[in-house]
């Protein structure tokens, strides 16, 4: 690891304040990220990592916050929010989080499971009636949270205005039929999981998930953390730089080159018609994400909009008590992160295991560790929990990276494990 280049000041009842000047190349150009924020004593380690994800592992700009026992140890950002106008990233700087925003969905509908208003396992349709169609009337709500409705698809991808619009895609689901039978297996529902969840969640409540939200859970637990970003606030919002999928690469490997465990994935991943990418492929044109008419829609499987210390926060709030105020109480949670899907994952083609609403670790994703439960987001961004060390981890990122290379959360998470043991 190399040492920061940093500035301490003591902050009241913190660690030492950081700013640190780190010198970087990108391509042929050699730059300076400024790295800020603070960690407690014992958890300097995390610091360093954070800065080594910048000198040697391409993030652009990012975030990363833990908190231990409902106590913020972790708190540090740096880099550019936006590398086009040189804009930095600042404490408030907001990241859209893809995926990681499941589990904030996941946690309207649990809250409204908590108090009674929803039951997880009464039929879909006895909250949305149109949902009966095509033989999925006996579909339980808990299906959808954990992936076994065989709904990850919709037949036709419809023109992008009427996916960011909401009801075209509510009911396009409603009409959909299942494209293996529900519950006999478990595949991703990389993003219709958000209106399936969501749809039944505004019919319990009356309210929108982003307003749902915002007003029981986000507002009360003082999380900066958004589905469906309001227009004051996109001047915080950073500019993502997506890589491409290397489709054309992995394409142009021989067959006899790929381990054969591996060959079904690859497959998948270069055949436009597979499950894979027709779960990510609802639109035409493709979302957007930088776009402020994709940020502002409310996508509740992919868009949300959140600080570190939002996605952290969301998940210190749901193991704990944080400022007096816990979202879930234990034994809610206890049922909400219980083990519902294990196994071959019919989308993605490797081992998945899922609670209802949240991921769970796997050999291959191990989260923090056997008792914790979060989401990771496309390109980097993850969040998580774990009850028996009372970790709560997020982390954001504006370089989106889509190869199998980058571990720049799990270098982070690594650390954070070490400071704890």
Not at 11 to 19: A, D, I, S
Request: glycine share 12%.
């Amino acid at each position: 690891m190399s040492p920061l280049r940093s500035h301490e000041t003591s902050g009241p009842g913190r660690g030492p304040q950081l700013t640190s000047r780190l010198p970087v190349r990108r391509g042929e150009i050699s730059i300076v990220i400024v790295i800020e924020g603070d960690v407690v004593p014992g958890f300097e380690r995390v610091r360093d990592v954070f800065g080594d994800n910048f000198e040697g592992h391409g993030d652009v700009g990012a975030a990363v916050c833990v908190y231990r026992h409902g106590r913020k140890v972790v708190d540090l950002w740096g880099g550019l929010a936006d590398a086009g106008t040189g804009r930095p990233w600042t404490r408030d700087t907001l990241q859209l989080v893809y995926s990681a925003t499941k589990a904030a969905t996941a946690t309207c509908a649990h809250l409204l499971a908590q108090r009674g208003e929803l039951d997880l396992d009464r039929p879909v349709a006895w909250y949305w009636p149109e949902f009966a169609a095509q033989g999925k009337a006996d579909i339980p709500v808990r299906w959808l949270l954990s992936h076994r409705a065989g709904l990850p698809v919709i037949d036709n991808p419809m023109p992008l205005a009427d996916l960011l619009a909401w009801d075209p895609m509510a009911a396009a689901l409603a009409a959909q039929r299942p494209v293996w039978e529900p519950g006999t297996a478990h595949g991703y529902h990389g993003r219709t999981f958000g209106w399936l969840v969501g749809e039944v969640i505004r019919r319990v409540s009356g309210r929108s998930v982003g307003t749902f939200f915002a007003e029981e859970i986000a507002g009360p637990a003082g999380l900066d953390f958004f589905i469906g970003l309001p227009a004051a606030e996109r001047g915080r919002v950073s500019q993502m730089v997506i890589d491409e999928p290397p489709v054309a690469e992995v394409a142009d490997i021989p067959l006899d080159q790929i381990p054969e465990q591996f060959r079904p994935l690859v497959a998948a991943f270069t055949d436009p018609e597979s499950l894979m990418n027709r779960a990510f492929g609802l639109s035409v044109p493709d979302i957007d994400f930088n776009s402020p008419e994709a940020q502002a829609a409310e996508i509740p499987s992919s868009n949300g909009i959140c600080t570190a210390d939002g996605l952290a926060r969301l998940y210190a709030c749901l193991i704990g008590e944080v400022d007096g105020v816990r979202i879930l109480d234990a034994a809610t949670l206890a049922g909400a992160i219980a083990e519902q899907a294990a196994g071959p994952d019919r989308v993605l083609l490797v081992p998945t295991r899922f609670a209802s609403g949240y991921m769970l670790p796997t050999e291959e994703s191990p989260l923090g560790g056997p008792g914790s439960f979060g989401h990771p987001g496309r390109g980097g961004s993850l969040g998580f929990g774990d009850p028996e060390s009372g970790v709560a981890f997020g982390y954001v990122v504006s370089h989106i990276r889509q190869d199998l290379a980058d571990n720049r959360a799990g270098l982070l998470v690594q650390a954070v494990q070490a400071c704890v043991e």
